[in-house]
């Protein structure tokens, strides 16, 4: 029985352990919030033209690029100065069934990411334009909306499905003969009306190991690379021989050896911390509750039944209430709302005010499957893209 005497009797130990505990969070949310107003943000906007050529390693390419743990070194940057590592969003939007791509970064990052897109994709053209979120203010007599955040089903080490699978590496492929799983995305998108908005945006920063715990007073480093280990073991547990005191190969299904593939594949590539988040939001008298589901299942082509999958969390943001006394009026469902269109305005996961689901890992391969400038195999009119390519002028122009 628990002993509230004691308790007591020992505060002066407790107390001030509580009481430190408590401002040190305080603490460190405030000088990350002051960095983080003190950083200029801009919104890029990637004007595409209709013939792309490159496959999705060029954006492969790009994501290697933006791998940046600096910034936090330090006990001082972190504590002191609140600095953390930069984070950007990568973002596809239908305002009123015009798809547009965007990515969303720290100001001192857009000359560097104009300069890697330039070098991947010669004939694009990125625009620094206003941010389109921040001209929703959700007002609920005028709004509905509906949205979520993505999950993995299993382990971060056990990819999805990637355009290696769908052989878009192949770069002699015929566009009529391509199957690109983006396409389903901005067809979808493609569908919204007038006074429909739906946003997707994938937020992400540089992986690096981080602390947990190992069972007893210590911790150690450790990261998906560690937890892919784990489950190759469990994978050839019972691969064992015991006559040879070894491995034995053999005693694998072609099942469980393209699992241990794919793993070993996987955590070759450049890992981010990754937060994937999906809204739908419309004018009360132009909503369709169609579109949930439509949203909720605008992933599915990426994933893989024998490896990986990116599935809603239909834990957070908007939970179902089983009966009208849970939320009168729906008092909590609009103020929900109103806190999943705000994070989205703010780009904000890994810190507060908005962390809603827990970070997971993607590597730069899957991430350029979500994320990437489709061919002439996506021919969706309601897609933008540049009506002529820019050309360079003669080197011999007279001065």
């Not at 739906?198 to 920063?205: A, C, E, G, L, S």
């Amino acid at each position: 029985m628990f002993d509230f005497h004691l308790l007591l009797t020992l505060y002066p130990v407790w107390l001030p352990i509580f009481l430190v505990a408590i401002f040190w969070n305080l603490w460190v949310n405030y000088v990350r919030s002051k960095f983080f107003l003190s950083e200029k943000t801009v919104l890029l906007e990637f004007k595409i033209p209709r013939d792309i050529f490159k496959t999705p390693l060029a954006m492969e390419v790009f994501l290697d690029a933006l791998y940046d743990t600096g910034g936090e070194r330090t006990f001082i940057d972190r504590y002191w100065m609140g600095k953390t590592r930069p984070w950007f969003s990568l973002e596809i939007a239908s305002l009123e069934g015009k798809v547009k791509f965007f990515i969303w970064t720290r100001a001192s990052w857009k000359n560097f990411i104009e300069s890697q897109l330039y070098a991947q994709y010669p004939g694009i053209e990125v625009v620094e334009v206003p941010d389109y979120a921040k001209t929703v203010v959700f007002d609920k007599e005028k709004h509905n909306a509906w949205g979520c955040d993505f999950i993995l089903t299993e382990p971060d080490p056990y990819p999805i499905k990637t355009y290696v699978d769908y052989n878009l590496d192949n770069a002699q492929l015929e566009e009529e003969s391509k199957t690109d799983p983006i396409t389903n995305v901005i067809e979808f998108l493609g569908t919204m009306g007038k006074n429909e908005q739906m946003w997707i945006q994938i937020i992400i920063r540089a992986h690096k190991k981080e602390k947990r715990a190992t069972g007893g007073l210590w911790r150690k480093k450790s990261d998906w690379k560690d937890e892919a280990e784990i489950e190759i073991k469990k994978i050839t547990s019972h691969a064992k021989d015991a006559e040879k005191d070894g491995f034995n190969e053999q005693r694998l299904t072609s099942g469980e050896k393209d699992r241990i593939k794919a793993l070993e594949r996987s955590i070759g590539k450049t890992p981010f911390d990754c937060g994937i988040r999906a809204i739908y939001l419309a004018d009360r008298a132009a909503y369709r509750k169609t579109n949930e589901p439509g949203l909720r299942n605008s992933l599915k082509q990426f994933s893989s039944p024998d490896l990986n999958s990116l599935v809603p969390n239909g834990k957070v943001w908007l939970p179902k209430y089983d009966y009208p006394w849970q939320d009168y009026q729906d008092r909590r469902h609009n103020r929900d709302k109103r806190r999943l269109v705000e994070a989205y305005k703010r780009r904000s996961f890994f810190y507060p005010p908005y962390q809603s689901s827990k970070p997971f890992i993607l590597n730069s391969e899957e991430l350029a499957t979500i994320f990437h400038f489709p061919g002439k195999v996506s021919e969706a009119p309601t897609f933008d893209r540049l009506a002529a390519k820019k050309a360079e002028p003669p080197a011999n122009l007279p001065i």
